[in-house]
């Protein structure tokens, strides 16, 4: 297209989870062949410096996308630093301009784990339309965006929380139901409609035994590797349980994860369009 896409990823402190997640979207820049650079930063930055160091990348033309990886240090304040990003630039989708657009169905980057969740329904073949989505978890970053995404497509939508009550039998209404809880596990066989699509964003890390035993004990191999490692990453959804119950779901690891960032390279891609005159800037969301 003439034009080699580029992200610049800002990395603030030295959070290891951060350090990782920015690392593997570095490398799928490199996979793809966009330009990609981090910008590391030290723990003590302060707000005014960081918003300067966005400025400056919304200044350079050969920087397409801007990522500031959260969580930022508390004394920093994200949403400022979140607000300074040009929104043309926004390749995470959290500017409220993107948040605006993406709730009232105008074109816009929106937020990439939710827009990978859409990518999956799709690229399995299964129909959102008229189906009924429930949706656990109510954050800016997963939950919302989930639900206005799925409502796009013409599903009917409920969102749920931690004061939500009878979860169970709220989501087990759910044809197509999104565990974005951050607890290891917590959603089991009950809250599992039978046939039901199970999509879990959840990431938890556990350490403790006998939780490995209770969510991967008919997995040997897994305990195998728990017991060498002394840890392993589980979703929101019950392992064991998902297997048995739903009609498809996304594993974790390996499920959601690597598809947050393929749609980052996707949205990053749609940011450069603005670089080629004829295009008439980014695409609608999911195209
Ligand atoms: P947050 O902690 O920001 O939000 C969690 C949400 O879950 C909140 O809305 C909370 O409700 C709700 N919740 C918590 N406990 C319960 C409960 N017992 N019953 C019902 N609802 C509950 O997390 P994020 O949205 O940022 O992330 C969610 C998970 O997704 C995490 O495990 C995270 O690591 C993972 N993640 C994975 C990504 C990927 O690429 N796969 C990308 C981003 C996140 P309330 O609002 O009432 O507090």
Same mark, same amino acid.
């Given at each position: 297209m003439g034009v080699r896409p580029g992200l610049a990823a800002v990395l603030v402190g030295d959070n290891p989870a951060s350090q990782i997640y920015v690392r593997n979207k570095i490398r799928a820049c490199r996979r793809i062949g966009a330009h990609s650079e981090t910008l590391r930063l030290s723990a003590g930055t302060t707000t005014d410096e960081l918003l300067r160091t966005v400025e400056r990348l919304n200044g350079r033309e050969e920087i397409d996308g801007i990522l500031v990886q959260l969580p930022l240090p508390t004394h920093i304040s994200a949403q400022r630093v979140l607000a300074a990003i040009a929104p043309e630039k926004d390749v995470d989708g959290f500017h409220p301009v993107n948040v605006g657009r993406l709730v009232s169905g105008q074109p816009c980057l929106a937020p990439c784990t939710p827009s990978g969740l859409i990518e999956i329904l799709k690229r399995s073949g299964i129909g959102i339309r008229g189906r009924r989505a429930v949706v656990v978890g109510r954050s800016n970053? /997963? +939950?919302?965006p989930t639900a206005m *995404? *799925? *409502?796009?497509?013409? %599903? #009917? /939508? #409920?969102?749920?929380h931690s004061r939500t009550s009878d979860l169970p039998s709220v989501c087990r209404e759910g044809d197509i139901l999104v565990a974005a809880a951050g607890r290891p596990a917590m959603l089991t066989r009950e809250h599992i409609r039978p046939g039901a699509v199970v999509l879990d964003v959840g990431i938890n890390r556990i350490r403790d035994a006998a939780q490995a035993e209770r969510f991967l004990g008919h997995d040997t191999a897994r305990l195998d590797r728990f017991r060498k490692t002394g840890s392993t990453l589980v979703g929101d959804v019950h392992p064991r349980h998902v297997a048995e119950v739903a009609a498809a779901y996304t594993p974790v690891? +390996? =499920?959601?994860g690597p598809l947050t960032i393929a749609m980052l390279m996707s949205n990053t891609l749609a940011a450069s369009q603005r670089r080629? @005159? %004829?295009? =008439? =800037?980014? @695409?609608?969301? =999911? %195209?």
């Open positions: 970053i /997963v +939950g919302k *995404l *799925l *409502l796009a497509e013409h %599903a #009917t /939508v #409920t969102v749920c690891p +390996g =499920g959601v080629i @005159p %004829a295009s =008439g =800037g980014p @695409p609608p969301h =999911g %195209a």
